[in-house]
């Protein structure tokens, strides 16, 4: 545990350093282009089903239904111009260093799910899940994203929980890099 927090807080560090500039162009596109603020905070749940604020850039409109992606009927329609592009790039997704860097997530986990994702909580908290700390990316990530239905999201992340370790995070990292160069299972 003491190296995967000092793992996370150094490759915070470094990813601040070296997406800084971006994340400040995409904060700029993101308001340039839609009405509302750069950034979206969700409620999430964590490590022992304790609620945080985590942060996106936001790539839907702001009467968009908070409800996760895949509940929405026709998901395109509530992205803003940009949207599409920081998902398929998982640009979205790099405001969520500051809760690695405050502990509330770590470079490597399960995805944290949503307040309101009772079917994913209830399941997770069913194996125990529940008591890792939620990761930006996961082992059900790099197998398959937004494609995986619940039950299988559940079972990948068990075998992450069965699994861990600093290899084995560092395979996911690696698959994690190729998986967001080809914009593999992302479809919004």
Not at 96 to 114: E, H, K, N, Y
Not at 155 to 163: G, S
Request: hydrophobic share 50%; proline share 5%.
């Amino acid at each position: 545990m003491f190296l995967k927090r000092t793992c996370d807080i150094a490759g915070v560090i470094l990813a601040f350093m070296i997406f800084a500039l971006p994340m400040a162009v995409v904060a700029l596109a993101v308001r340039v282009t839609s009405q509302g603020p750069a950034l979206y905070w969700s409620q999430r749940v964590g490590r022992g089903n304790r609620l945080f604020s985590m942060p996106k850039f936001r790539t839907m409109r702001t009467d968009a239904p908070v409800v996760a992606t895949h509940l929405l009927g026709d998901a395109a329609r509530h992205l803003t111009p940009v949207g599409s592009f920081l998902r398929k790039t998982s640009l979205d997704e790099l405001p969520q260093l500051w809760c690695i860097l405050t502990g509330d997530m770590s470079f490597v986990g399960p995805r944290p799910a949503l307040f309101n994702q009772d079917d994913l909580i209830a399941a997770r908290t069913a194996h125990n899940v529940h008591t890792l700390v939620p990761g930006l990316t996961g082992w059900a990530q790099v197998n398959g994203r937004d494609e995986l239905a619940i039950p299988d999201k559940v079972v990948l992340d068990v075998e992450y929980l069965q699994r861990q370790s600093f290899l084995f995070d560092l395979r996911i990292l690696g698959l994690t890099a190729i998986k967001v160069v080809r914009a593999a299972g992302v479809h919004h």
